[in-house]
């Protein structure tokens, strides 16, 4: 199958970058230092800049909803811990990723600003 490459524009952040398009496939875009990220929640489809992305700890990429409903459980898991609840790492939490996190809950729109043509 002939691969021809071509310019276009990444669907997520907007740059554009040399695709490669096969005939009866999907354009594929190579990796290009995409300022957008896909939230890894299974089934979400928010796809958005960093800066209005949670990044977890170990690094992955959630949607502000997402990220805040993961918070809510890591503190649910550090409260309900065997023996004694860790109360450093909750305090963490609530005092330097949760008021993040809300703020981006806050600034989310559920639908992308149509295109600036
Ligand atoms: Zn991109
Ligand atoms: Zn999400």
Redesign the pocket.
Known sequence: MTAKESNGR?P??G?W?AIIVRAGMPAE?PP?G???RACEYPGCPVTRFMDEMVQSASGGWHCPRHGLLLAAKDLVALYERKGEADWTAICEIIGETLPEIVKKVEAFRPFRLPERK
Do not use: L, P, Q, T
């Open positions: 990444c997520d952040c740059e970058v875009i290009h995409c300022r957008a």
